[in-house]
């Protein structure tokens, strides 16, 4: 009888922390929300085009990069569906397309692949460590004689499906082969190959990889200050005039170490549009 | 990691530690106090409760358990049927496996979550759902470890308090205040507060078509979700959506609200003790254990070893330019440290040591400083491990406070000890060992078995953080970890409260030169290593086949 007045008790309970918390509070937030310091940032920091606070792409209906326009971190575009790629730091085998079957590719690739894309479109080098010439992960599958010991038998270039020609000709004196789509090649070592990259590669690193949200409102300054040759070219302007914008929307490290300075793409991309407007030809 | 990096941990740190002092003792003054405020009064007459009654430790578990069946039943009922309720936006109301899934989620304080928000949740069920379980369950855990130390300073008694005045107390007194301002500020920083659907808006460039914009009451939830130790987010990218965390201020002060409450008690447990020296020495084991593995983490992350990081120059994967790399790592460390689980980056495409010290830290028994409320349960659990040890090892009568730790009382703290590690290892075996089990991993090879090793450590110790490749909206994770949430939550509190009843009975014992000293650097060291033994003995094999496999190839 008491354990049925407890549970009684604590369906009563329930409900009325529901009331106080549940109703009450989220409500008197949403109306505390109203004053007019707060709104703005209540409904979603809205502007004309979007909100400032969430990363827009910046391409065509084609999904080339619009030149005269700063480009975001490579996201995905849809807001209902966010969050981050999840692959982990040796993620670096493909899943290579077969018919029916459209394949995966692994992180290390999507990195190559969008390094390559950055750099054709900045017209700057796109090389980095770990990666193919033509935007692969740069990973063979070695076998061995013995299992992982032994001398090499055979070599595939995991990523680089036929009739590709693979990274390298061969390693440690075996011939290297491109990969068929479909082949199992789990018995295989994998083994990324580093190649001559420079460490510091030109395309930044915020450039080649997705973001947490998958709706990152910023890049970094070193990012924005590639993409503004580009930008200053199709607006017919000088360099110098929009690195100072760019210079206006870098927000710096809060206290001077909260954070990382960040460059709000929608707004430059806004603020060009209205200082220097692109020229109809 | 960069200068700007460190200076931001430490800042912070310092901050923490200069807030915990005021709110401690409010806190200590909050739940001592014999006079009700009018609201709390009017909840128990609506109950139907004595708030003057106390109850034993038998009477305190019943009436824990009975409010969270009776959470976790409403929970249910409310996911099921949200497609009935306003704002509701046009979300079917769930399924029942990831209804039940959800609802003991959240009830357990874990809020490991098999779903994405924006596309799920209806707002009344974010609010009046959700919200309402974020507040409930962190007071629950303050509530048994405010039984545990009424165990230890009482004696020659069988009363360990009153379970509903602790729960409304904890809520009316604590939470919401902090909360409603919190979530102010976070308002005027950026986060958004609305009972809008999703919107559609025109882009710039127009290339991509309209986009949508989510709307929600993120800026009542945000505060919450990060103080209670539940963690879930509005969004699907938690706290990395722009909405729920904006920029570098609105980061630091979500990590701030994270290990806020968890850190306050340990001053609370002080004043209580009527021992500030005692809070002090817990909170410098909490602080070697966290600044330990925070180094470990910015380290391992700083160096971007891997064959992914060295090919991109940086951890940057999964993380927001605005937080950079040391604000995710901090805030990271601080999600799985304080049991809250709270992410602004993905942890999967952390670099594999820096993932690892993430698991590692919830491991650790979430004690550095571990949840609201258990995080202090769970240390002072460790403490008198370190007790027993320390007084076998000198020859001395292991002794707490006053409190014998004789056989009896070891029996309790033994079997809370074993259950995190036991039920990690088997279900993660389990999961491992079966087909639907392995069909979730996102990853393949160790880091695949990291995966599912964190969602077992994740949800057996209320974290609810996750390696975010591994699906789990599926029949055999959505009921696993009902299981795994279940009892690594409630069957440590049966331990606890049993505990705490049998110290009460105690009659006073006498200080002696025979006690051993609960204080000083011996002490200190006794229980820090206490924590890495236990830690290090239950998990190292699993932690050597999963990021350590991973981060050494």
């Given at each position: 009888m008491r354990t049925f007045r407890t549970y009684f008790a604590a369906l009563k309970m329930v409900i009325a922390l529901t009331l106080l918390v549940g109703v009450v509070y989220p409500l008197a937030t949403v109306a505390v929300a109203h004053v007019p310091f707060l709104h703005h940032q209540a409904e979603?920091?809205?502007?004309?085009?979007?909100?400032?606070?969430i990363g827009q792409s910046f391409t065509d209906s084609q999904g080339?990069?619009?030149?005269q326009y700063f480009q975001s971190r490579?996201?995905?575009?849809?807001?209902?569906?966010?969050?981050?790629?999840?692959?982990?730091?040796?993620?670096?085998v493909d899943t290579l397309p077969t018919p029916g079957d459209p394949g995966k590719t692994s992180l290390l690739t999507n990195v190559c692949t969008r390094s390559v894309k950055v750099g054709t479109l900045e017209h700057v080098s796109g090389a980095r460590p770990f990666c193919t010439p033509d935007g692969v992960g740069a990973v063979l599958g070695v076998y061995y004689s013995g299992g992982n010991?032994?001398?090499?038998?055979r070599v595939v270039s995991?990523?680089?499906?036929?009739p590709a020609a693979p990274f390298?000709?061969?390693y440690q004196g075996a011939k290297v082969e491109c990969a068929k789509p479909g082949?199992?090649?789990?018995?295989a070592v994998v083994t990324p190959i580093r190649g001559d990259?420079?460490?510091?590669?030109?395309?930044?690193a915020d450039a080649v990889t997705g973001s947490g949200?998958?709706?990152?409102p910023d890049i970094s300054p070193d990012y924005a200050r590639l993409q503004a040759p580009r930008v200053a070219a199709a607006r017919q302007v000088p360099v110098a005039e929009v690195l100072k914008l760019v210079h206006k929307h870098t927000s710096g490290r809060g206290?001077?170490?909260?954070?990382e300075p960040a460059v709000n793409v929608l707004q430059l991309n806004v603020d060009l549009d209205r200082t220097y407007p692109v020229k109809a030809n | 990691m960069s200068t700007a990096g460190w200076l931001q941990a430490a800042f912070l740190l310092m901050v923490l530690v200069a807030v915990h002092v005021p709110l401690g003792d409010y806190m200590a003054r909050a739940f001592t106090s014999d006079r009700h405020w009018r609201i709390e009064k009017a909840i128990y007459r609506t109950v139907g409760i004595d708030p003057d009654g106390e109850q034993d430790w038998r009477r305190y578990l019943t009436a824990t358990l009975a409010f969270t069946a009776m959470s976790i039943a409403a929970l249910f009922f409310l996911f099921l049927w949200?497609?009935?309720?306003?704002?509701?936006?046009?979300h079917p109301g769930l399924g029942w496996m990831l209804a039940l899934n959800t609802a003991v989620s959240f009830t357990t304080n874990t809020?490991?979550?098999?779903?994405?928000g924006e596309t799920t949740m209806g707002h009344v069920s974010v609010m009046a759902g959700l919200g309402v379980q974020a507040f409930a369950s962190a007071a629950v855990g303050l509530c048994v470890a405010l039984a545990l130390v009424r165990g230890l300073t009482?004696?020659?008694?069988?009363d360990l308090g009153n379970f509903w005045v602790d729960l409304v107390r904890s809520i009316v007194r604590i939470l919401l205040p902090i909360a409603a301002v919190a979530g102010i500020v976070l308002l005027a920083l950026g986060v958004e507060q609305n009972l809008h659907g999703t919107q559609l808006s025109p882009t710039l460039a127009g290339g991509a078509g309209t986009q949508k914009i989510v709307g929600g009451p993120v800026a009542s939830w945000e505060p919450i979700k990060l103080m209670s130790g539940d963690?879930?987010?509005?969004?699907?990218?938690?706290?990395?959506?722009p909405f729920e965390n904006p920029n570098a201020w609105s980061n630091g002060i979500e990590i701030l609200l994270m290990l806020l409450v968890p850190v306050a008690f340990i001053r609370t447990f002080g004043r209580l003790v009527g021992s500030l020296k005692q809070s002090w020495t817990l909170l410098t084991v909490v602080g070697i254990l966290f600044v330990g593995l925070l180094l470990a983490a910015s380290l391992a992350q700083g160096a971007h070893s891997g064959t992914v990081p060295t090919a991109v120059g940086?951890?940057?994967?999964?993380?927001?330019v605005r937080f950079g790399v040391p604000g995710s790592t901090m805030f990271g460390l601080s999600a799985t440290g304080s049991a809250?689980?709270?992410?602004?980056?993905?942890y999967d495409s952390f670099s594999s040591l820096g993932g690892g010290t993430l698991m590692a830290a919830m491991m650790?028994?979430?004690?550095?400083?571990?949840?609201?409320?258990s995080g202090l349960y769970g240390l002072i659990m460790i403490v008198l491990v370190a007790v027993f040890i320390g007084g076998l090892m000198v020859g001395r009568t292991p002794e707490y406070l006053r409190k014998r730790i004789g056989v009896g009382e070891m029996r309790y703290v033994v079997s809370y000890a074993l259950v995190a590690p036991t039920l990690i290892l088997v279900a993660s075996a389990i999961a491992v060992a079966l087909p639907a089990g392995r069909?979730?991993?996102?990853?393949?090879g160790a880091h695949g078995l990291s995966e599912v090793v964190y969602a077992a450590t994740s949800t057996t110790q209320s974290n609810?953080?996750?390696?975010?490749?591994?699906?789990?909206?599926?029949p055999f994770y959505n009921l696993g970890m009902c299981v795994t949430m279940l009892v690594g939550r409630y069957l440590p509190m049966v331990f606890v409260l049993a505990l705490a009843g049998r110290l009460a009975g105690q009659k006073p014992g006498a200080v002696t030169t025979g006690t051993l000293r609960a204080s000083g650097v011996n002490f200190v060291a006794l229980a820090t290593g206490a924590a890495v033994l236990l830690a290090l003995l239950n998990f190292l094999p699993a932690l050597s086949l999963g990021p350590l496999a991973d981060g050494m190839r």
């Open positions: 979603g920091s809205r502007i004309a085009a979007g909100s400032s606070l080339n990069a619009v030149p490579p996201d995905g575009e849809d807001p209902t569906a966010t969050g981050a790629s999840n692959l982990g730091p040796e993620n670096v010991v032994g001398t090499v038998t995991l990523n680089q499906a036929c390298v000709a061969t082949e199992d090649y789990s018995a990259a420079p460490a510091h590669p030109v395309v930044p949200s998958g709706l990152d206290l001077g170490f909260l954070g | 949200q497609d009935l309720l306003p704002w509701d936006h046009g809020s490991w979550q098999n779903y994405a009482r004696h020659s008694t069988k963690g879930g987010g509005f969004f699907n990218a938690s706290s990395a959506h940086g951890q940057t994967e999964g993380t927001e809250d689980g709270a992410a602004n980056s993905s650790l028994g979430e004690i550095a400083p571990g949840g609201t409320g069909a979730g991993m996102g990853n393949s609810g953080s996750s390696f975010g490749g591994l699906s789990g909206n599926t």
